[in-house]
């Protein structure tokens, strides 16, 4: 409940006025579960698991499962309050959509300087996000440092480099992967038990979140985005 006030300040005008939040499940592990699995089918090119003939029904199912999930998870992300969490998974979606059809409809195999000047352009905005989870989520923060990795090695392949960094980015990808299992687990547990159970490094406000009561819950309500005038 908040009170509303004048515009400049003065006693309160109303005492009837009500913010009614709506509970809404953590979407960050289908997040994390769904960046996980399109790291790895990438990487199942990457690393020469399966054909380059096979390229476009790995982008498919890229784009049937990963991009949904993601969109999903940042919608709710949203709905939950969390600006920092939606606006890294809709970008997830954004990458991988932008990155499957880019690979679907090209050369198997063939390097393409579209997606290199792509995921170059995207890398340090992952940056940017991972700097600004890290002050409260640094399990986040450090997908988005590995993925913004991969997403640097993967483009200056794609741009004309050596096979090597193919090579490399695939196998930072089977390291995003299971850094993704794990998060998506931890994550998970912690929703189910409201209580850390594996470690993620929670901090600041993102730890008083779960361990602080519901005053530090609705605090300073009045002030975000859908309950102030303007964003």
């Known amino acids: 409940m908040s009170e509303q006030t004048r515009p400049d300040g003065d006693a309160p005008a109303a005492r009837a006025t009500r913010i009614v939040l709506r509970p809404v499940a953590s979407s960050l592990p289908l997040g ?3 960046f996980g699995t399109a790291s790895v089918l990438l990487t199942a090119l990457e690393l020469h698991w399966v054909p380059q003939g096979q390229t476009s029904a790995l982008m498919l199912l890229v784009l049937v499962y990963a991009v949904p999930l993601e969109l999903l998870a940042a919608v709710f992300a ?19 959509a932008g990155s499957a059809l880019t690979m ?16 170059l352009t995207v890398a340090p905005l992952m940056l940017v996000l991972c700097a600004a ?11 988005l440092l590995i993925g913004a990795c991969r997403f640097v090695l993967v483009g200056a392949y794609q741009a004309g480099g050596a096979e090597v960094l193919q090579t490399v ?11 993704a299992l794990y998060g998506g687990l931890a994550l998970l547990l912690e929703e189910g038990a409201q209580h850390t159970v594996l470690p993620i490094g929670r901090r600041g406000r993102a730890r008083t979140s779960l361990e602080g009561g ?5 605090h300073r309500t009045e002030r975000e985005a859908g309950v102030r005038r303007q964003l």
Do not use: E
């Open 214 to 218: 519901l005053a530090h819950q609705v």
């Open 32 to 34: 994390f579960f769904a």
């Open 78 to 96: 949203f709905l939950a309050r969390d600006a920092g969490a939606a606006c890294a998974l809709a970008v997830f979606a954004g990458v991988w």
């Open 104 to 119: 679907a409809m090209g050369t198997p195999g063939a390097p393409s300087p579209v997606l290199a000047v792509f995921l």
């Open 133 to 143: 989870s890290l002050q409260g989520k640094p399990l986040f923060g450090v997908l």
């Open 169 to 179: 980015a695939g196998w930072f990808g089977v390291a995003l992967g299971a850094f």
